[in-house]
């Protein structure tokens, strides 16, 4: 049974992608500002990925994997107060922080097809065009996948 570590795991995709995991056999650390409720193979985890080790006093040990879902998934929303950017690309730094920190190879980014020459319509555009180079960066450095 592998052990993954899914971020934004109260969001409409975690939600999906819960029983999914468990019905292929792995053990879900579900990472949330408003955790799901545990269920057999589920352990909810109180975090925030804006803060370092994604504000968890305890990450679990032996974590093969990262689903990192969380984010702020809004196209129109201004970012006049720099939430996107600090959710979606701070976040994303600390749970690569996270990956390096407690030897965390393997990450799933859920990204967008405004990545691919849409990154200066909107803030939340530029903010996973920034993903994508700095897990590219990441994964070259610390040799993650």
Known sequence: MSKILL?????????A???RLI???HKVFALSRHPPVPSKNVIPLIGD???PDLGLDDVPKDI???YHLAGIHSLRMADKDGAIWQTNVVGTRNVLDTMVKHNIRKLVFTS??????????????R????NEKDIANYADKYNLS
Request: cysteine-free; charged content about 15%.
């Open 7 to 15: 971020t934004g795991a109260s969001g409409f995709v975690g939600q």
């Open 17 to 19: 992608l819960i029983p």
């Open 23 to 25: 019905e292929k056999g």
């Open 49 to 51: 990925i804006i803060k």
């Open 64 to 66: 093969q994997a990262i």
């Open 112 to 125: 967008t097809a405004y990545s691919s020459g849409w990154e200066g319509v909107n803030p939340y555009a």
């Open 127 to 130: 903010s996973k065009v920034q």
